[in-house]
């Protein structure tokens, strides 16, 4: 699975938008970005995926660029309750399936 | 839809005792992970099982560590002679039997602490 690089953490206001960027320049054509949360030791939480369209959900919204080598996680309205860290993960769908590789993820604060 | 369960959430045992970490995947799902979190680590990957099949033990410890996913009931992450570095959180995730789909998700329980004395 490719390999993906997060900023360490990241600060963010109550109901501002909160933009998680995430690069991964060696990612194959059959690999999907998933984003992952974990809130305070709690187990992790799925957000979102995609391939290379952009994708939306009610938790969140993903913005992958036309060349797929990066990504953005958007949460468009961040709550206290936002506080987590967030991973961007890179694996390949279909039929193969397996471990999730994680890494150290991005901490995002969100403050009042 | 309940999702993922995993029992004890928490569990306390002695040096030399074996612990039993039981995960419930998600109604209809048949594929199951297990991953380990040390305290202030990253997750890491242990073991992947399907029904009465282990797919990849990669990130397995060699010794005293075994899973199961048997036909029928939970999958079983079983640490023999426990020692004081095998206290961490064990998440289990779930996912589904592949459809023909492009993609699969996994879905995670709320974690065993096990602390070891």
């Known amino acids: 699975d490719a390999k993906t690089t997060q900023p360490p953490s990241m600060d963010c206001a109550e109901g501002r938008a909160a933009n998680l960027p995430c690069n991964h320049s060696?990612?194959?054509?059959?690999?999907?970005v998933y984003w992952y949360r974990q809130i305070h030791s709690q187990g992790p939480q799925y957000i979102i995926h995609g391939l290379k369209n952009n994708e939306t959900n009610e938790m969140a919204s993903l913005i992958i660029t036309e060349d797929r080598k990066s990504s953005t996680l958007i949460l468009p309205h961040a709550t206290l309750r936002d506080t987590a860290v967030y991973y961007c993960?890179?694996?390949?769908?279909?039929?193969?399936?397996?471990?999730?590789?994680f890494g150290q993820g991005t901490i995002l604060t969100v403050h009042p | 839809n309940a999702g993922v369960m995993q029992n004890p959430r928490h569990l306390v045992r002695r040096r030399g005792q074996e612990a039993r970490l039981r995960c419930s995947p998600m109604k209809g799902h048949s594929h199951v992970y297990w991953y380990r979190q040390l305290p202030e680590e990253g997750l890491k990957f242990m073991v992947y099982l399907q029904k009465e099949n282990i797919i990849d033990e990669s990130g397995m410890p060699k010794e005293r560590f075994s899973a199961e996913f048997p036909k029928e009931g939970p999958s079983i992450l079983r640490i023999q002679q426990v020692v004081r570095g095998d206290s961490a959180a064990y998440f289990c995730a779930s996912s589904p039997r592949y459809s023909g789909s492009w993609s699969d998700t996994q879905y995670f329980g709320p974690g065993t602490r096990l602390t070891v004395l």
């Open positions: 060696t990612i194959s054509g059959n690999e999907y």
């Open positions: 993960i890179v694996r390949v769908g279909g039929t193969s399936y397996g471990k999730l590789t």
